[in-house]
């Protein structure tokens, strides 16, 4: 099992670009989960979805629209990407049904000049 | 008030030493906490979940959790320099609308030197 991938693994945006971050998992899960990482900000949640069909905002929402195409597959897309927009992206997946545990991708490392 | 707190570091122990990390939370319905572990440049790594009060061990990990004092642990027994990373601790709030979301501390560093 691959576990979560993701890609690509580094990108570079002019402002105003658009991209979209593809994440997929084999692991069956319900739940899957788009996070951004900063120095000293920490993980922060983007967006998730709790199951096929669903998606709701997280901490960060603003910049950023998902789709949760199937049960394998969560993407992430900056639609006018912005300096703001630097950072580390992390797609996590999480089995439900009493476990709560998430599971992370490799990251997609997006500089925006 | 942060809602997880966690003590930056960075925390050096010598090889061999027991680590021991901390972490505090501020909402009380948060039910489940886990520990990553995030080496630099890449992804944060579970090593270990906690549900209920008292202590859980695997191998050279210990979790402990009081819900009363809203503080989570981690102990690293046997420190040996692969150890060195950061360690995440994340909180989930119970059910309804945030279903399975989770709150992540600002993660500590830990060295562990030869």
């Known amino acids: 099992n691959a576990g979560v991938t993701q890609t690509p693994k580094f990108q570079v945006l002019k402002t105003g670009q658009s991209m979209t971050l593809q994440c997929a998992q084999d692991m069956n899960h319900n739940s899957m989960y788009w996070y951004r990482q900063d120095p000293g900000m920490g993980l922060r949640l983007i967006y998730y979805s709790a199951s096929e069909g669903t998606t709701d905002k997280g901490e960060v929402p603003n910049g950023y629209n998902v789709s949760r195409l199937n049960k394998r597959e969560f993407s992430l897309r900056l639609e006018s990407a912005a300096p703001s927009q630097t950072s580390v992206y992390f797609c996590?997946?999480?089995?439900?049904?009493?476990?709560?545990?998430?599971?992370f991708g490799p990251g997609t490392r997006l500089t925006v000049t | 008030q942060k809602e997880v707190e966690q003590n930056s570091g960075p925390l050096s122990v010598p090889e061999g030493a027991i680590a021991s990390l901390n972490c505090t939370y501020s909402d009380r319905v948060s039910q489940s906490f886990f520990w990553y572990r995030q080496y630099s440049g890449k992804s944060p790594e579970l090593i270990m979940s906690i549900y209920s009060n008292g202590d859980k061990e695997d191998g050279r990990f210990t979790a402990q959790l009081n819900k009363a004092s809203q503080y989570v642990s981690l102990l690293i027994r046997d420190s040996q320099p692969s150890d060195s990373a950061t360690y995440l601790c994340?909180?989930?709030?119970?059910?309804?609308?945030?279903?399975?979301?989770?709150?992540f501390g600002q993660g500590t560093i830990l060295t562990v030197h030869p």
């Open positions: 994340a909180a989930r709030r119970a059910g309804g609308t945030s279903y399975g979301k989770l709150t």
């Open positions: 996590a997946s999480m089995g439900g049904l009493g476990s709560y545990e998430q599971y």
